[in-house]
């Protein structure tokens, strides 16, 4: 392993480096190596052939209120650190070597530096970019890590790498915690063993947002107040912000997708901590989740409703439930619902005015609608003719369409418990279109299923199937739904297409 204090040595290393053809790696950090860098040591190590890691504490960063010189340093204890973990080379500089009398340039980013660690901590992240785009012009690397505590640090480095057109690809890998939760940082040093305990509270707030995101909660606002909550339970925590996030442009998201981030800054005494966590599915892995939120679907404060967290909850909810496994009439899998099919047929939610509930999946998974949807049976050209579509692409752009049973049944009529069981479900689903304006239910299941378990009616209460339709082969009422709002949607009840001898008319002139 090489030192290297110079501008010049350092540019000969990798220099050379490239010429025999190997790829290179930096860990820029400033020193005080805890397990938090190694971690970005090792990820180096594994995809690049030399590894980097730069040391060096930049004034720059540092604003007026903060002591520069009680940050942490002690060069021998990391560079035997990183002499055990058997990198390549440090580079650590002298401050005169990186800036040197008259220099006078800084980097400016943009609106991004001016948010929350921008807007509390004045002039840090112009300090920040200055000093990284001179060690990757200096340590000229093909990758350079980064760890997801310092989230926004990324993101602004990354506009600075896009805007400057830089050749480096920058890599997020996940924070490292302590045993007890804490997440590992340099200023950990400077908390008293009571502080200590305190500071957990951090990442225990940041557990109770995603409990709340996976029990279904999106709204921001809400999730915000139960973090601010849990951190002012204990006096010596400042709450500083939270907040909750676009990743990429870190503005304020009105609602929780996949990939969204929560931000947490305070100070504990007189230390102040940063913590964030990635929201997303209970399933997904560390890597997904910084991918999500790398690459993800940006989040939307406009008119656009794009399928986030409730469609991810509501898919998981329904494939986990095993409530009918003991109805030997139904065959559980393959579970075919709407919700699968969200993500890749409906971008904005908003466009759906009018839900379509069936009986239950076909038999045959590739003849379901959203499956194959250039096929042509008697179902689907049934279920056009009645609303009124004349293709699929058609019916996707105004319509959406579920079952009043998510799993197989090989019975007439279904069992009343099966579809008890899954009119759990379907209000969920109601909830996801914000301008849904009816229901089409098709068939005896499922309008005695929108009656007792939706509609909440008693037997008596309402009329049979048969008896309803009479008349014009189909009927409607407008209700008020909790599961809608409250708002008032009409729902029209008729044949199912498939149902044999009885047939509806077209309804579509009904629909709004």
Not at 117 to 126: D, K, L, V
Not at 222 to 245: F, N, T
Request: glycine share 6%.
């Amino acid at each position: 392993m090489q030192l290297i204090t110079t501008i010049n040595g350092m540019k000969a290393f990798s220099r050379q480096a490239h010429m025999d053809g190997k790829t290179v790696g930096l860990v820029p950090t400033m020193g005080a190596l805890h397990q938090g860098h190694l971690s970005l040591v090792r990820r180096s190590k594994s995809q690049c052939d030399a590894t980097v890691v730069s040391i060096f504490v930049n004034p720059a960063q540092f604003g007026a209120n903060e002591n520069f010189t009680r940050y942490p340093r002690d060069l021998k204890k990391d560079v035997d650190l990183l002499e055990a973990h058997n990198i390549d080379a440090v580079f650590a500089p002298e401050e005169a070597e990186m800036y040197p009398e008259g220099f006078d340039t800084a980097v400016e980013i943009g609106q991004l530096s001016s948010l929350l660690e921008g807007e509390s901590r004045p002039g840090h992240f112009r300090g920040v970019a200055t000093v990284v785009l001179k060690l990757f012009n200096i340590t000229d690397p093909d990758l350079a890590f980064f760890g997801q505590k310092d989230l926004q640090q990324t993101v602004v480095i990354r506009q600075m790498v896009k805007d400057l057109n830089l050749r480096v690809r920058l890599v997020l890998c996940p924070i490292v915690r302590d045993v007890d939760g804490v997440a590992i940082s340099s200023r950990n040093v400077y908390l008293s063993p009571d502080e200590r305990k305190t500071a957990k509270l951090l990442r225990r707030s940041l557990d109770r947002a995603r409990e709340l995101v996976w029990s279904g909660e999106t709204n921001s606002a809400r999730i915000a107040g139960e973090i601010e909550y849990l951190l002012e339970s204990d006096p010596r925590i400042k709450v500083d912000y939270i907040a909750l996030v676009d990743p990429a442009s870190l503005r304020p998201a009105e609602r929780v997708v996949s990939g969204c981030v929560v931000l947490i800054a305070a100070r504990v005494g007189s230390t102040r901590l940063i913590d964030n966590a990635i929201l997303g599915p209970p399933e997904a892995t560390e890597e997904q989740l910084l991918q999500a939120a790398q690459s993800g679907t940006p989040v939307t404060t406009g008119p656009i409703h794009a399928p986030g967290l409730e469609a991810d909850n509501l898919r998981r909810q329904i494939e986990s439930c095993r409530d009918c496994a003991a109805i030997s009439s139904v065959v559980l899998p393959p579970r075919e619902f709407l919700a699968k099919y969200l993500k890749s047929e409906y971008p904005d939610l908003a466009t759906v005015r009018v839900l379509v509930i069936g009986r239950d999946a076909p038999w045959n998974g590739e003849h379901y609608l959203y499956r194959n949807p250039g096929m042509r049976d008697h179902f689907i050209e049934r279920l056009f003719e009645l609303v009124g579509a004349r293709d699929y692409a058609e019916f996707k752009a105004r319509f959406a369409m579920t079952d009043a049973l998510r799993c197989h049944s090989i019975v007439t009529p279904l069992p009343e418990r099966a579809l008890s069981n899954c009119a759990r479900h379907l209000p969920g689903e109601l909830r996801l279109f914000p301008n849904l304006r009816a229901i089409v239910v098709m068939g005896e299941d499922a309008y005695l299923q929108t009656q007792r378990w939706i509609l909440g009616r008693g037997l008596g209460q309402f009329r049979r199937l048969d008896e309803l339709l009479a008349e014009k082969g189909w009927a409607s009422e407008e209700v008020s739904l909790d599961a809608a709002g409250g708002r008032a949607v009409l729902i029209v009840y008729c044949y199912h297409p498939a149902g044999g001898y009885r047939t509806t008319l077209p309804i579509a002139h009904a629909l709004p």
